[in-house]
């Protein structure tokens, strides 16, 4: 069962956020029929996708876009976050679900060559009641994810930021998956500083933790060397959720254009569209294609 849980450390001084997310991973790699290779890929990305829903949105009505744009064979991979109260809502795709490559010598799935190691990182969070746009981008660190976004809190939020991703998955499906972050309070000290990444230098890697069914209270004590952390919150939750729907098609077929619509009419005769966040298909009738022309 995927869950969700917020712990502080070292007496409020450091926030940490833990997910196990193997469900949700699972449920993607079915939608977009991913090889290891993108599983392990979009499965990074949708994780710390979730985790931003819980972390980055505050209200309702806000939304972010994410993309990360490589020069990796996977192509673009885009996600957009919203949240309902407690639940992170997420949708994601990669534009090339089907490229295989060689595992790395120490016999991991090599991310950082699929995604590419030259690109950039964009983050755009959008407030549906003021009406205002942020707009983040910064140049990929490696291609690791986990590293690139890490590094886009530091650089464009100030929030130092430790952020880990990981998935198991093979020929039969994914074996762990999940992730965390930690954030340093303003008045962490060096030596708390110093403490935490002494854990994280000897804990297994988060994939590893959660194959080895470590609980997320567990691995938050782990990875931060806190014995004595605190739970702030467990009823949290991270969902796929597309909103797509066949009115949002018709929109988007009369935005075509009149010409364009009207020779898809006259050379096909009907329009299959197929939104790439769900795989879910819509198909458009002669009658109805000419109905959506005589709005134009």
């Known amino acids: 069962m995927d869950k969700v849980e917020k712990y502080l450390a070292y007496n409020g001084k450091v926030s940490i956020i833990c997910v196990n997310t193997k469900n949700l991973i699972e449920e993607i790699k079915n939608i977009h029929d991913l090889t290891p290779t993108t599983t392990a890929v979009l499965g990074r990305f949708s994780t710390v996708c979730g985790i931003m829903g819980l972390t980055s949105i505050k209200e309702n009505d806000d939304s972010i876009t994410v993309q990360i744009k490589g020069d990796g064979p996977c192509g673009s991979i885009v996600g957009v976050i919203t949240r309902d109260y407690n639940v992170s809502k997420i949708k994601t795709y990669i534009q090339n679900p089907l490229i295989e490559l060689p595992l790395k010598e120490n016999g991991k799935i090599d991310v950082g060559t699929a995604v590419g190691k030259t690109g950039y990182l964009n983050i755009i969070k959008q407030n549906d009641i003021t009406d205002k746009q942020y707009n983040g981008l910064v140049p ?83 990875v931060t060397g806190d014995e004595n952390i605190q739970l702030l919150q467990e009823n949290l939750q991270i969902k796929f959720q597309c909103d797509c729907s066949k009115e949002k098609f018709k929109r988007g077929l009369i935005s075509i254009g009149k010409d364009d619509l009207q020779k898809i009419i006259e050379e096909d005769g009907k329009a299959d569209t197929v939104c790439q966040f769900c795989n879910k298909k819509y198909h458009f009738t002669k009658d109805e294609l000419e109905e959506l022309l005589k709005k134009i």
Not at 149 to 158: G, I, L, N, T, W
Not at 180 to 197: F, G, R, V
């Open 140 to 222: 990929l660190v490696s291609g690791e994810i986990a590293e690139d976004f890490a590094q886009y809190f530091v650089s464009s939020e100030q929030k130092p930021t430790v952020l880990a991703l990981g998935v198991l998955v093979d020929k039969n499906g994914v074996k762990a998956a999940g992730g965390y972050m930690i954030n340093l309070m303003p008045d962490a000290t060096e030596e708390e500083i110093s403490k935490i990444e002494n854990a994280i230098k000897k804990a297994p890697s988060i994939s590893e933790l959660l194959e080895q069914n470590k609980t997320l209270e567990e691995i938050c004590k782990i």
